[in-house]
């Protein structure tokens, strides 16, 4: 059974269509990730998951439960961190677990057992006598996870679960992630549209305009570019590129004085390259496809980041301009 089968998913909201047909399976124990920019329906398509959202067609079913027929089942077998904050802030670590833990209807006796165990896990435990106001963002974000996992969810669904969070956090924010995949051994479902932060997820799907335009693994996306980049500049380019041409039949980019092109295994081609070339070489470098380029090269354009704070979004192009 999977953790997750969705088949034609839609949902509307009036005249504007917010999911488009979305189908997809998820093993159990995956970490899959729904990557697309701000409106893509990422979001709705986890809301109708979680049964927050009714779909308008489609069928859905979670740990083989009917999303639409068996709400009640579905939601005692996820657990969700939302893009926005949830915590009652004026109460303390532990009185936010405790009370969810009164509400999914957890055993008396197990519920402090189980409610230092996730702070434990998420490095909480010291300070879960502290009002939650008190807390940094990464500190709220690590409850919110803890308080998902409570109450033994198979499903942990993230929502944009670093946005807003400085680079140090977010990656404390996935080594807990990880960690906490293997020990609770749940699947975990996020959305995020920061590519480089998609590179964590076993599967992942690009979303754009309520439809998924690919999937698979993050290699096997980035082999859809046509291999890595490798850009050079020669004391004389227009011979190089007819060498290139001519023998390595490489289709050749000419740009700002400098020459590039794709070719697989590109740390393997440029010994044998540098070995047999007669030109004199002034620069040469190597760059790995990204998702970046996947979703350029699916959509024709650039991500968009309509809704992203400034500071998000000089992060994705500094990323972007150092290849990564």
């Not at 024709?300 to 150092?322: F, K, L, P, T, Y």
Request: some cysteine; overall charge positive; glycine content about 10%.
């Amino acid at each position: 059974m999977k953790a997750l089968e969705v088949r034609d998913l839609v949902k509307n909201y009036g005249d504007v269509k917010a999911v488009k047909g979305v189908s997809l399976e998820i093993e159990k124990g995956e970490v899959f990730g729904f990557l697309g920019p701000n409106g893509a329906g990422k979001s709705t398509t986890i809301k109708i998951l979680s049964t927050l959202l009714k779909p308008d067609g489609g069928k859905a079913y979670l740990a083989g439960y009917d999303v639409e027929t068996q709400p009640g089942l579905v939601r005692s077998s996820i657990g969700i961190v939302f893009q926005d904050p949830s915590l009652d802030e004026n109460l303390t670590a532990a009185e936010n677990l405790y009370f969810h833990a009164i509400i999914y209807g957890m055993e008396k006796k197990k519920r402090g057992e189980r409610i230092k165990k996730v702070l434990e896990m998420v490095e909480l435990w010291e300070r879960k006598d502290e009002l939650v106001k008190h807390y940094s963002g990464g500190m709220k974000r690590r409850l919110e996870i803890a308080r998902g996992l409570l109450h033994y969810p198979q499903v942990l669904f993230l929502d944009e679960p670093t946005v807003g969070l400085d680079p140090q956090t977010r990656s404390h924010i996935w080594s807990y992630i990880h960690e906490l995949r293997v020990k609770e051994e749940i699947t975990i479902f996020l959305t995020t549209h920061y590519m480089d932060e998609a590179e964590n997820c076993n599967r992942i799907s690009i979303m754009d305009h309520g439809r998924i335009i690919a999937t698979g693994t993050p290699e096997q996306l980035k082999k859809r570019v046509g291999g890595d980049v490798i850009t050079v500049q020669a004391e004389n380019n227009n011979e190089l590129k007819k060498i290139l041409e001519a023998d390595y039949g490489l289709e050749v980019n000419e740009k700002g004085g400098k020459l590039s092109f794709k070719v697989y295994e590109g740390e393997k081609f440029i010994p044998g390259l540098l070995a047999g070339l007669q030109v004199s070489l002034k620069c040469i470098s190597l760059r790995k496809p990204t998702l970046d380029d996947v979703f350029l090269k699916l959509t024709g354009r650039a991500i968009r980041e309509e809704g992203v704070s400034a500071r998000d979004q000089m992060r994705n192009h500094m990323r972007m301009s150092r290849g990564r």
